[in-house]
Nanobody, 120 residues
């Protein structure tokens, strides 16, 4: 059975940093892309960034230069380093595993989400 679990969320002041982690277990994900999505209150879930099996990354414009995605294939781990956080980054952040895409429908495995709150 596949499990995807996020951790590392919390409350931080604007301008601060957080590092999210995602642990995937139950099968190997070395050939899959891994992504982060987020959902703010009252809004639809949106794409944040993705990393391919080979390590190539792509980000949504609003986080470019502030967020960095990385993965450790040996450990089936995904990370999201978030710097320069803004109140508008407040959301539940989800880890997803699947095919390279900005569309959430391309991802078959999801975590339960971790809350990130940025105070002004």
């Amino acid at each position: 059975q596949v499990h995807v679990v996020e951790s590392g969320g919390g409350l931080v002041q604007a301008g601060g940093s957080l590092r999210l982690a995602c642990a995937a277990s139950g099968r190997t994900f070395r050939s899959s892309s891994m992504a982060w999505f987020r959902q703010a209150p009252g809004k639809e879930r949106e794409f944040v960034g993705v990393v391919t099996s080979g390590g190539a990354t792509y980000y949504t414009d609003s986080v470019k230069g502030r967020f960095t995605i990385s993965r450790d294939n040996a450990k089936n781990m995904l990370y999201l380093q978030m710097n320069g956080l803004k109140p508008e980054d407040t959301a539940v952040y989800y880890c997803a595993v699947g095919a390279y895409s900005t569309n959430q429908r391309s991802y078959g495995y999801w975590g339960q989400g971790t809350q990130v709150t940025v105070s002004s």
